[in-house]
């Protein structure tokens, strides 16, 4: 029979564990917080490209090389993009972006990479999708698939690759369905025991 000191320093290292994982989790919760802080999504959308092709009978414009849009102080860039656009009472209006070819997205010190990123204005949400990587710091975030809601300042990365809630967005991600990252945690003063 172990008495009830043993089984208190046997549950140590579960509750150290457990500890662990719910400081692990906080931190998940505060990146994925903190990855999509508040982003004026009323303010204008500027763009500059190597190349810009208007294609005003669909309401769209192509930019391609070194394509650099930036909303607020949120930052886009990518090899090419799409912007879909409407015309009302003489105002172009952006409805929706389809950026591809190594897009990274930066805003303050967050960045998020993916292949592929669909920004839809309306519902001020941004995809990103194939080989997704969120950087804070020196933490780290990789998955599938990133959404950002700009409204709310929260973001969730998952492993699917695919599936999107945004119509065409599809991309290929790293194909295991997992999550993967890396979190910096305090340094352990040996002195206290």
């Given at each position: ?162 599936g999107s809630s945004v119509p065409g ?13 890396t979190f910096k945690v305090p340094k352990r003063n040996d002195s206290k025991?």
């Open positions: 029979m172990t008495s009830l000191r043993e089984t208190i320093r046997s549950a140590r290292p579960f509750r150290a564990f457990l500890l662990g994982f719910a400081g692990a989790g906080a931190v998940v919760a505060a990146l994925s917080a903190q990855a999509a802080s508040r982003v004026n999504s009323d303010a204008p959308v500027n763009f500059a490209a190597d190349r810009i092709e208007l294609q005003d009978k669909q309401n769209r414009v192509i930019l391609t090389g070194n394509v650099d849009i930036t909303q607020d102080d949120m930052r886009m860039r990518s090899a090419r993009t799409v912007m879909a656009y409407t015309n009302t009472g003489g105002d172009t209006e952006i409805q929706r972006i389809d950026a591809t070819g190594g897009v990274v997205v930066t805003q303050r010190d967050e960045t998020a990479r993916g292949d592929v990123a669909v920004y839809d204005v309306n519902r001020r949400l941004i995809t990103m999708v194939g080989n997704v990587a969120l950087r804070r710091g020196t933490d780290t975030l990789n998955g599938g698939r990133l959404v950002i809601d700009l409204d709310s300042g929260l973001s969730s990365v998952d492993g699917r690759s695919g967005v599809n991309g290929s991600g790293n194909g295991g369905g997992r999550i993967s990252g025991q």
